[in-house]
């Protein structure tokens, strides 16, 4: 024999009904601010991930075509004919005087150096006696004498043997 529904119990379940009924509203009212939140918040999109995307989608291979390929040549070119043009120092000058203003009067006008300097005839005197070959000689292989370290081209390398020739010649002239 079941028990008889008492008045108790109808209570009960028509309580328990409103609270469930009201915890219900309350879930879709969370749902809601919660959906509300993210649309005005969207997580942040990682950014190794858009690198990924663009390194998918980017085009195989770069394509030059038409003038933007012959402009990107020619300044190759250019870019490369100027390096060159570089690697002759001062710009080839076989100007004795400018080579010297250039380089060598680092040394040769700075007696710390232990370098003669241009400005001292008595202490060129018995250089020039020994010739302008030898001089010539140690300035385009280097030399170390009893003042210090004459250094191979005064240490630039892209001074050839008629730029060095000149600049001698012009320091000779200088001291004579
Ligand atoms: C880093 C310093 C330095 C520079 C740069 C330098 N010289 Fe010298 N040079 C010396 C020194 C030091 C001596 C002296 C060496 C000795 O007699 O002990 C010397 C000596 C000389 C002599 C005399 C060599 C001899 O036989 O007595 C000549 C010529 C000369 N230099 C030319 C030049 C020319 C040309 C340049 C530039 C292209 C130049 N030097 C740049 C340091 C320098």
Redesign the pocket.
């Known amino acids: 024999m079941t028990n008889p529904v008492t008045d108790t119990d109808r209570t009960f379940l028509k309580h328990f009904s409103m609270v469930i009924g009201f915890l219900v509203l309350v879930m879709f009212f969370l749902i809601g601010v919660a959906l509300y939140l993210y649309s005005k918040n969207p997580p942040p999109i990682n950014p190794a991930h858009t690198e990924e995307v663009e390194q998918r989608i980017a085009p195989v291979a770069g394509v030059y075509a038409g003038d933007t390929g012959r402009a990107a040549l020619a300044a190759a070119q250019e870019a490369a004919a100027k390096a060159a043009a570089s690697q002759v120092a001062y710009g080839g000058t076989t100007d ?1 005087k400018t ?2 203003g250039n ?6 006008e700075n007696a710390a ?4 300097v241009i400005s001292n005839k008595a202490e ?1 005197a ?2 020039l006696a ?1 010739g302008e070959d ?6 385009i292989d280097g ?9 191979a ?4 390398p892209s ?1 050839n043997d008629a ?2 020739k000149a ?2 010649e012009w ?2 002239s200088q001291v004579k």
Not at 103 to 108: A, G, P, Q, R
């Open positions: 004795g080579i010297f380089l060598c009067h680092t040394c040769h150096t232990g370098a003669p060129w018995p250089r020994q030898t001089l010539l000689k140690h300035a030399f170390t004498g009893k003042k210090g370290v004459m250094p081209r005064g240490g630039n001074l730029q060095v600049t001698v320091m000779m």
